[in-house]
């Protein structure tokens, strides 16, 4: 590389205070990452510093979530996937937790036909035999009513933890050497990926964090092995299209070598 080009690239972060329009006109769609995977954190700090109760924190966190549900599914990426309740949310004040459910519940009966509409495949990972009989009800509902349509593919983690899911992933490996089906000797990382909970969707190749917490907070441990993070300091209340956009355009001047070398 030249020394106008090592410039240059010195410049990669003049972008930050770009448009939308910028972002739109700059991102090479025929390369963007297949699966998108994004931490909504800060709701509960963006309300306190506003004087308002957490839960309100939590509603306009629902409105960001519209936003990049859309943005996402315009701009053509396959794959989004949410964390909206962790395994350890359950530690949270009681009146917390249930706002929480309400709102999950609330949101998928009320947005479920403008999705279906938009063609988006709606999928949830986590242990949701735990929630409560409205929320899988709902649940089901939205699952079944968009299996088939081949537009983004949204997936929402509820109750959803890392290690359960990997421990999820072993007990069925187990039943299938029981049931003499499989083999201990032909384990590999084939067998583990096909038995975890989004099974067939390839790895996130970024995974966003919001609130700028440096943590990976139990969340998709085996599926994040290679992804791409892309850590805001920006509150999920306050997360903007743009925000998703400058996201995609930064992961695009990335290097990927997954431990391999750099190509010339
Ligand atoms: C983290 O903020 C956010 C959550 C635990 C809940 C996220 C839920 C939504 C945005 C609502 C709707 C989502 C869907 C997909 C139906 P926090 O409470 O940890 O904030 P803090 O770190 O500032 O306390």
């Not at 306190?48 to 549900?69: C, D, L, N, Q, Y």
Request: aromatic share 10%; net charge positive.
């Amino acid at each position: 590389m030249n020394s106008i080009g090592k410039f240059l690239k010195s410049l990669r972060c003049s972008f930050l205070n770009e448009s939308e329009d910028f972002f739109l006109k700059h991102i090479d769609k025929s390369k963007l990452p297949a699966h998108v995977a994004i931490i909504m954190d800060g709701n509960g700090r963006w309300a306190k510093k506003r004087g308002f109760s957490r839960i309100v924190g939590h509603k306009v966190g629902t409105e960001t979530v519209r936003k990049v549900v859309k943005i996402a599914a315009e701009l053509g990426v396959r794959y989004l996937t949410l964390y909206a309740f962790s395994v350890e949310n359950w530690q949270r004040p009681k009146g917390e937790i249930s706002a929480l459910m309400d709102l999950f519940e609330e949101m998928l009966n009320k947005e479920i036909d403008e999705l279906n509409k938009n063609d988006v495949r709606i999928m949830f990972i986590g242990s949701l035999s735990e929630l409560s009989h409205g929320l899988q009800a709902s649940i089901n509902n939205a699952s079944k009513r968009t299996a088939k349509n081949t537009g983004l593919t949204l997936t929402i983690g509820i109750n959803y933890g890392g290690r359960t899911e990997i421990v999820d992933c072993m007990k069925q490996i187990a039943r299938e050497i029981e049931e003499k089906r499989l083999s201990s000797r032909e384990i590999d990382e084939k067998i583990i990926t096909k038995n975890l909970y989004m099974s067939g969707i390839p790895d996130p190749d970024l995974l966003i964090r919001t609130s700028g917490e440096y943590r990976v907070s139990n969340f998709l441990l085996w599926e994040i092995a290679y992804s791409e993070i892309w850590i805001t300091s920006v509150l999920w209340p306050d997360f903007k299209r743009k925000d998703f956009l400058k996201a995609i355009y930064d992961f695009q001047r990335r290097k990927r070598r997954f431990g391999g070398l750099e190509e010339d």
